[in-house]
């Protein structure tokens, strides 16, 4: 009967330790950036649709493995853009990666986030990166990481 269970118990011991390594005191969660914004052809019901070019940093000593990713992109406080991906690459130890999502506009929160912009006459917009990462053979599921910041709306290209 020990037979039996010792691949079960091994199996098992394997699967915990590739998970502590994100309970780690010295674990660094991943960073998000976004790096292009494409607009793509209407979808259906005429959403607007956008192809959203993002770089995850890996800040650890062991691989990033992903099983997916559910991201929110906020304008002046105001939800925008909303996307998910589950054909992730794993990233490498202290490595980064480039991934590719398509995402959906939110047409309330566009026209919030353009009625405030207009009412307030900015040079800047506030925004608000939230990414939930998938994590493959970890005790913890998922990680959420923001990014926060300012984009300038009067550069010159």
Do not use: W
């Not at 993002?54 to 304008?75: H, K």
């Amino acid at each position: 009967m020990t037979q039996l269970y010792r691949p079960l118990l091994l199996s098992l011991l394997a699967l915990l330790i590739g998970g502590c390594a994100v309970l780690s005191p010295s674990y660094q969660k991943p960073e998000v950036e976004v790096t292009a914004v494409e607009p793509l052809p209407a979808g259906p019901g005429n959403d607007l649709r956008f192809r959203i070019h993002l770089r995850v940093f890996n800040p650890n000593d062991s691989e990033l493995a992903l099983s997916g990713l559910y991201y929110t992109l906020s304008l002046a406080g105001h939800k925008v853009i909303t996307g998910t991906s589950r054909e992730l690459p794993p990233i490498a130890p202290y490595g980064q990666d480039n991934i590719v999502v398509d995402a959906t506009a939110s047409l309330v929160g566009s026209i919030f986030a353009a009625a405030e912009l207009i009412g307030t006459r900015r040079e800047s917009v506030p925004y608000e990166l939230v990414a939930k990462l998938g994590l493959r053979r970890s005790i913890v599921p998922s990680i959420t990481v923001r990014k926060e910041g300012e984009i300038r709306l009067n550069q010159r290209m």
